[in-house]
């Protein structure tokens, strides 16, 4: 009779931990896809109680929401914001701006926050930021900036099509 719990127990010890194994795998399958085109069903009232796997599952379409929204490609509309920046920027002469500036001068943006907006120091101009830092960029990442279509912006290495709208002060 022992002989027999015993195996029941080895056997449903299996069948939990490969079940968590694939539910596991499952999960990450589904974060390595690309982002889908089509826009998140409306998330159900946050009033109703979830067990903790959905929550976990709610808060992990959350972020990935948040990233997805974070990438203009993904989003025409939110490519229209960036056309043009708030605010007036000095402009960078041609000569130094290739002394300095675009994809092959790289470097991390130190930011700081001067009179409630974040702001950082390259090249001998100070920049303020009109976007909003985006979720997944590392304060510490290789940046450089670029001029598209009379504006600036500011490009991370490591996210290629996600770019930061910036204005050039004094």
């Given at each position: 009779m022992r002989a027999l719990r015993f195996l029941s127990l080895v056997i449903l010890s299996i069948l939990v931990g490969s079940s968590a194994l694939v539910y596991a795998q499952d999960d990450k399958q589904q974060e390595d896809k690309p982002p889908r085109q089509e826009e998140p069903n409306p998330?159900?009232?946050?009033?109703?109680?979830?067990?903790?796997?959905?929550?976990?599952?709610?808060?992990?379409?959350?972020?990935?929401?948040?990233?997805?929204?974070?990438?203009?490609?993904?989003?025409?509309?939110?490519?229209?914001?960036?056309?043009?920046?708030?605010?007036?920027?000095?402009r960078i002469p041609d000569d130094k701006f290739r002394a300095h500036f675009g994809h092959s001068h790289t470097f991390t943006a130190k930011t700081v926050i001067v009179s409630g907006r974040p702001q950082f120091q390259y090249g001998g101009y100070n920049f303020t930021l009109?976007?909003?830092?985006?979720?997944?960029?590392?304060?510490?990442?290789?940046?450089?900036?670029?001029?598209?279509?009379?504006?600036?912006?500011?490009?991370?290495?490591?996210?290629?099509?996600?770019?930061?709208?910036?204005?050039?002060?004094?």
């Open positions: 998330q159900p009232k946050q009033d109703e109680a979830k067990p903790p796997a959905q929550e976990k599952q709610a808060q992990k379409q959350e972020q990935r929401d948040s990233r997805d929204q974070a990438k203009p490609q993904d989003h025409p509309e939110q490519q229209a914001d960036h056309a043009r920046p708030a605010g007036k920027s000095v009109v976007d909003a830092w985006p979720v997944g960029w590392a304060y510490t990442d290789n940046c450089y900036i670029d001029y598209i279509d009379g504006e600036y912006f500011l490009f991370d290495l490591l996210h290629p099509g996600v770019r930061i709208a910036i204005v050039v002060v004094l």
